[in-house]
């Protein structure tokens, strides 16, 4: 398998690494780009860095290349992780508007008709927002949010984000070894 990984400067890097950390033990090739807003948040928030990421990813690529293999349509992929997914980005998706690489990738993905999935990770969401996440589902994105589980009796905060980490995983049919799915009770 061969995603595309895009990271947005919506809060929640970690649930990029352990996107990263379980797509890299699957063994699944992965292009990844992260956007200057990104990069900004990973500051701020002070916990994974740039390099965290880079080191598992199998293609790193500048936000503002354009030029990319992952612009164009005819670089085949099997689909595009979005992961976090901010407020901006997703009005970008929303409204076709490829000004950067990661949205441009995600454009591709929609035109070309391959799985996108993003992950937003904001609250509360506003009347645009709702708006944006219907017109991205219109368009053929899977739209999810960054709320773990609690069924599975989560013990720490790598649990949570490994519950997430699963769910977002299962859109491309991948499995992620240690996730406890739920069990009808007996």
């Known amino acids: 398998m061969n995603l595309v990984v895009g990271v947005s400067g919506g809060s929640g890097i970690p649930y990029a690494l352990s996107v ?29 860095q740039l390099a ?12 503002r290349d354009l030029a990319a293999g992952i612009a164009s349509g005819s670089f085949r992929t ?7 997914c901010s407020a901006g980005t997703l009005a970008k998706i929303a409204g076709g508007f490829a000004d950067n690489l990661l949205s441009r990738a995600a454009h591709v993905t929609l035109k070309e ?3 996108l999935v993003l992950a937003l990770r904001e609250d509360p969401l506003p009347r645009p927002m709702l708006l944006n996440m219907l017109a991205v589902h219109d368009a053929g ?24 980490t699963a ?10 070894p240690g996730f406890r799915r739920w069990e009808s009770p007996r």
Not at 20 to 31: F, K, R, W
Not at 52 to 63: G, P, Q, R
């Open 167 to 176: 769910r977002l995983l299962d859109q491309f049919g991948l499995d992620v």
């Open 52 to 63: 965290d990421l880079t080191a598992l990813a199998s293609h790193v690529y500048d936000d």
């Open 141 to 164: 994105a899977t739209v999810m949010t960054a709320s773990a589980g609690f069924y599975h009796a989560p013990e720490s905060v790598e649990e949570l984000l490994h519950f997430v």
């Open 20 to 48: 990263l950390q379980a797509l890299h033990g699957l063994g699944v090739e992965t292009h990844l780009v992260v956007s200057s807003g990104a990069k900004r948040v990973m500051s701020a928030e002070g916990g994974p």
């Open 113 to 115: 008709r391959r799985r």
């Open 78 to 84: 099997d689909g595009m992780l979005v992961v976090p």
